[in-house]
């Protein structure tokens, strides 16, 4: 199942300068929980946010860049590419972890998204899609509200009503 999985201020803000707004350890626990042991996909800018610009351990990471050149991850070079890599592991759990435009170009391929929604507006310089204004997608499932390092979070399932296949 393709699925991706993010967290997103009330304005669906995901990040500004390569860099996520919010510190949220509780968000974090759940993203790793969720992804460990699984293929994750992304953009370089991604990659490059992570600590030290090392890819995620214990998952199978997946980086959509034009430049790049690692061993250390899977790479490709165009949404072409990596849909051929996705499709290849149809049977495993594929989470796409970010940035804004693998999120867009990859949401129709979705079955899922989960999202961890933060009750703040973080200043974005980059969006998601608001789910709750398209069409194809419904919220199945939202988490009481709880606090994360001074947040108010909660944690949502968007199911997508018109996947496309890879």
């Not at 460990?36 to 992570?50: C, D, I």
């Not at 507006?121 to 919220?139: I, Q, W, Y």
Request: charged share 30%; glycine share 8%; net charge negative.
């Amino acid at each position: 199942m393709i699925r991706a999985i993010v967290h997103a201020d009330r304005e669906w803000g995901i990040g500004k300068d390569n860099d996520m707004m919010f510190s949220l350890p509780k968000d974090m626990k759940f993203f790793r929980e969720t992804t460990l042991g699984h293929v994750v996909v992304m953009g370089g800018n991604t990659l490059r946010s992570f600590p030290n610009g090392k890819p995620l351990k214990n998952r199978e990471n997946i980086v959509l860049s034009r430049r790049q050149v690692r061993d250390d991850c899977v790479m490709v070079r165009s949404y072409d590419e990596l849909k051929k890599e996705m499709k290849s592991r149809e049977n495993e759990d594929i989470y796409i972890i970010g940035g804004g435009e693998v999120y867009k170009a990859l949401l129709p391929y979705c079955e899922e998204v989960l999202v961890t929604k933060v009750n703040a507006v973080g200043g974005a310089s980059v969006f998601f899609p608001d789910l709750d204004k398209l069409e194809n997608f419904t919220c199945v499932y939202e988490s009481e509200e709880i606090e994360d390092n001074g947040h108010s979070i909660r944690f949502t399932t968007y199911k997508n009503g018109a996947v496309e296949r890879l």
